[in-house]
């Protein structure tokens, strides 16, 4: 979310635009419904509409699930690790 909040900082609506897309991309690949869900709820709007969603409580919000998933998908993968070198 730090390059979101730094597109938002300067106004970019572009760039925000970009990060909102991969991010779209890589919650549906890892299966993370919930920040794909939240992070669709903003970007659809921002492309369809070009223009910056209400700030009030997305930002807050994309930002604690992709800390939440990023953690989620640290210990999935550590879990596994070892059943995959075996």
């Known amino acids: 979310a730090g390059v979101l909040e ?3 900082a300067a106004h970019d609506l572009g760039r925000a635009q970009q990060v909102l897309h991969s991010l779209l991309g890589m919650s549906g690949e890892a299966g993370a419904l919930a920040l794909y869900q939240r992070v669709r709820s903003v970007y659809v709007p921002v492309l369809e509409k070009a223009e910056w969603p209400p700030l009030e409580q997305w930002l807050p919000a994309v930002r604690a699930l992709a800390i939440r998933t990023e953690q989620a998908l640290r210990e999935y993968g ?5 059943a995959v070198e075996k």
């Open 6 to 8: 730094q597109a938002m």
């Open 78 to 82: 550590a879990r596994h690790a070892g």
